[in-house]
Every structure is written in structure tokens, then in C-alpha cells.
Nanobody, 124 residues
Framework: QLPLVESGGGLVQPGGSLRLSCVAS????????IGWFRQAPGKEREGVSC????????EYADSVKGRFTISKDNAKNTVYLQMNSLKPEDTAVYYC?????????????????WGQGTRVTVSS
């Protein structure tokens, strides 16, 4: 698994926003699909969003469509996840991971290793 570092999590009230960052080290995100995943307490890790190598193919989980936006800045070698209208059920540790495929992301079960993630807590 190519090295990526997540940041940007924190505590936010329901309805608030956060922007997560996923910075690549030693490789260029321009050539890989990158996915965001999350794991809530007591639940399995799930895919949240995926952006293809060229940035044209983007996918979202139904639970975040219309609220989250994934983007890629090749110059900064970073993939972002803008999260708006946050809900308590968005509370989780968020991870990013690269894919060996340019057009699609791997499902969580096929990703061999993970970074430390960044914790998002949505609570009043």
C-alpha cells in the first residue's frame, strides 16, 4: 500500500463542515485512484468516496451523496474530502487509500494496510 497521511479531523456540531486531507509521499496521486473510507465505532470499515487518477470518475456512498465532495490537487499531491452538513452518524475514523487501478478504488476488504486515519466526531 502506498504511503498516505490523513489529517483534518476534529469535533464539529451537527450541520457543520470539515475538510479532510490525504497527502501522498513518494508517489504522485495523479496516477492513482484514491479512496476515502471510514470506520465508525462497532462497525465495519466502509467506502465513502473514490476519485480516479484523472479525476473524472468520482463515486460516493449513498449516505454521503450531496454532502461530501472529493477532489484532487496534483500540484500538492493531496486528495481532499470536503464534508458539509455533517450528521452524528458521520462520526468515524476516516482513512484514505490508493488503488492499483487508475479508474476505481479497491473495496476495504482488499486493502492490505491502513494509515492512522483522522477522527471525525459530530456531536452537539
Amino acid at each position: 500500500q502506498l504511503p498516505l497521511v490523513e489529517s483534518g479531523g476534529g469535533l464539529v456540531q451537527p450541520g457543520g463542515s470539515l475538510r479532510l486531507s490525504c497527502v501522498a509521499s513518494g508517489f504522485s496521486v495523479e496516477y492513482y485512484a484514491i479512496g476515502w473510507f471510514r470506520q465508525a465505532p462497532g462497525k465495519e470499515r466502509e467506502g465513502v468516496s473514490c476519485i480516479s487518477s484523472g479525476g473524472r470518475n468520482i463515486e460516493y456512498a449513498d449516505s454521503v451523496k450531496g454532502r461530501f465532495t472529493i477532489s484532487k490537487d496534483n500540484a500538492k499531491n493531496t486528495v481532499y474530502l470536503q464534508m458539509n452538513s455533517l450528521k452524528p452518524e458521520d462520526t468515524a475514523v476516516y482513512y484514505c487509500a490508493s488503488s492499483p487501478y487508475g479508474s476505481t478504488c479497491l473495496p476495504p476488504a482488499r486493502i492490505p494496510s491502513w494509515g492512522q486515519g483522522t477522527r471525525v466526531t459530530v456531536s452537539s
